[in-house]
């Protein structure tokens, strides 16, 4: 039997809700429950694919092949369990689907509502495909009380009363202010999140509170009086040093014995030594690396977050710290600015769009290849690096991506048609933007005697894709002549999917995004090995 766990927000946006889902995932995980984390969200887009990254963040990239909320990837990095299209739906998924619905006749005679029909279509997202799964953990984006958020809150109130409370819990998660100039914590703000939550019908079972300090006694009982709560279903959540350190923060506050004990399940303690030992290694580095990313969304990290946490991780089973320096792309379209890559320990080009900074890439590209710094190339980062060989090696001067606009050569090119499984995908220059990249997981496969097929320990794998454009295959034989080797490719030997420099101590590009999927239990390879390559490189600076 599946049970349903409901993550909401109020107060102020930002609180974590997405990692205190995912803590909780893995907190129910390591007491040997089955999990899946879903979350719904209130804005209109139908997913967050067509937004820029200053909006919303990173996009996270589903097996799949859906473009997702960011909280997706917390939940499969604490917990391991792949998100899928079904995990993540968005008001303009509903009104999609409803509308199109409607058009065919479907509700033919009956007035289309937020409800009925909103809810019911939202309770249906909620309840599809968990029929092994013991908790659903669904989170709400957004704070209660925002207007989009209302049928969302409608359909899991409904929920609550449909599948009965011993099926159902309802966590809240909320902000408890430090007041310096009256040297006390404010329990006012929670309140009336509390009350506002309670006005649309929904009582929460546990009270979570992101605050600076302590709870004090007298805070919790009035939290618990006022909000209608057994003083134990209040549970501060204080800031911590690292995100690993969140389920064992969770825990000893006593989250998960709340969550087991409303639902009248067994108190096995959960085991976290896999935590621990995460956090042990975070916290005890035995050396650091720096590693310069040359990027465009720079200012704003949660663009980049999965990166972030995979060169985490690299660091973590090489046991040093990496020092991440966030570097925009267009200062190194001044020749003098590639100085700055002097002191790093390895260069990290990442995914990314449009002409903006390319430039900046393309210098960056080859200040790593030719002052032998390992290079790291990601998506759009493997094309700058290829239009650089392109440039300097194979002698094509004017080497660009169409992306950019017109090329000469167009060593880039827009990917028109592919295999997806068994059949053929085809896009053109005008279709359109939304949903319509090579997305999602395709396979590759590796040159036996390459060095990537060492550091994956394989010849054969899978890898999640977002991306237009294309390394043209046309130059294929003249940039591996001048020493970049194709050692991945489609199975179909279509399509590049992996270069490398043998004569280079590491300089790898890949056409996919494998920071999606690195744990911080199970480290991504290319990320291990990079970082490697740094601490190496590291003794030689
Ligand atoms: N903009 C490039 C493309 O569409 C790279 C995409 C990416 O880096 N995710 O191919």
Request: charge should be negative; charged fraction near 25%; aromatic fraction near 8%.
């Amino acid at each position: 039997m599946t049970r349903y766990i409901f993550i909401t927000g109020g107060v102020v946006s930002s609180l974590g809700k997405g990692l205190a889902s995912a803590s909780l995932g893995a907190l129910l995980q390591a007491r040997g429950f089955k999990v899946r984390l879903r979350k719904l969200d209130p804005y209109l887009n139908v997913d967050p694919g067509t937004m820029s990254p200053y909006q919303h963040g990173e996009v996270y990239v589903t097996d799949d092949g859906a473009e997702t909320d960011l909280d997706l990837g917390h939940y499969e990095r604490f917990t391991g369990v792949a998100s899928r299209r079904s995990d993540n739906v968005t008001t303009g998924q509903i009104y999609s689907k409803i509308i199109a619905r409607e058009r065919r006749g479907d509700y033919l005679g009956a007035t289309v509502q937020v409800i009925p029909h909103v809810t019911d279509a939202i309770k249906e997202f909620v309840l599809a495909e968990a029929e092994s799964e013991d908790f659903v953990i669904c989170e709400i984006g957004g704070t209660v009380g925002d207007i989009e958020g209302l049928p969302f809150f409608e359909a899991i109130r409904q929920l609550g009363h449909e599948l009965g409370r011993d099926n159902c819990l309802f966590l809240h998660l909320t902000l408890v202010p430090y007041l310096k100039s009256a040297g006390e914590l404010k329990t006012k703000p929670t309140q009336h999140s509390v009350k506002e939550l309670q006005s649309l019908g929904i009582q929460p079972d546990i009270l979570l509170c992101r605050s600076e300090q302590p709870l004090g006694p007298d805070d919790r009982r009035k939290l618990a009086l006022f909000c209608n709560l057994r003083e134990e279903a209040v549970i501060q959540a204080l800031d911590v040093e690292t995100i690993y350190a969140v389920p064992r923060a969770y825990h000893e506050e006593g989250l998960d014995r709340e969550v087991v004990r409303h639902f009248g399940l067994e108190e096995a303690p959960p085991r976290l030594d896999v935590w621990d030992d995460i956090v042990d290694a975070v916290r005890r580095p035995e050396g650091e690396v720096t590693i310069g990313v040359v990027g465009k969304y720079t200012n704003l990290l949660d663009a980049y977050k999965s990166l972030a946490e995979a060169l985490n991780h690299g660091g973590i089973a090489n046991r040093v710290k990496v020092k991440v320096e966030w570097l925009s792309a267009e200062i190194f379209e001044e020749e003098d600015a590639l100085d700055r890559l002097a002191d790093v320990h390895g260069i990290l080009i990442p995914g990314g769009f449009g002409e903006r900074g390319s430039e900046g890439k393309i210098a960056a590209a080859g200040f790593a290849r030719t002052h032998k710094v390992p290079y790291f190339g990601i998506c759009l980062g493997m094309q700058m690096a290829v239009i650089e060989a392109a440039r300097k090696l194979v002698g094509l001067h004017n080497a660009g991506s169409s992306e950019f606009g017109r090329a000469d050569p167009a060593v880039i090119g827009l990917l028109t048609e592919w295999l997806k499984g068994n059949e053929i995908e085809r896009r053109g220059l005008d279709g359109d933007l939304g949903g319509t990249m090579r997305l999602g997981a395709y396979p590759a496969a590796l040159k036996p005697d390459s060095q990537v097929a060492n550091i994956y320990g394989e010849t054969y794998i899978q890898e999640r894709h977002r991306h237009r454009y294309e390394v043209n295959i046309n130059y294929k034989d003249a940039l591996e002549t001048a020493g970049l080797r194709f050692t991945g490719m489609s199975p179909d030997g279509e399509l590049p999917e992996i270069v490398e420099i043998p004569a280079h101590p590491w300089f790898i590009g890949v056409q996919f995004h494998p920071e999606l999927r690195s744990k911080p239990f199970d480290p991504h390879p290319l990320f291990v090995s990079f970082i490697k390559a740094a601490v190496d490189h590291s003794r030689l600076v």
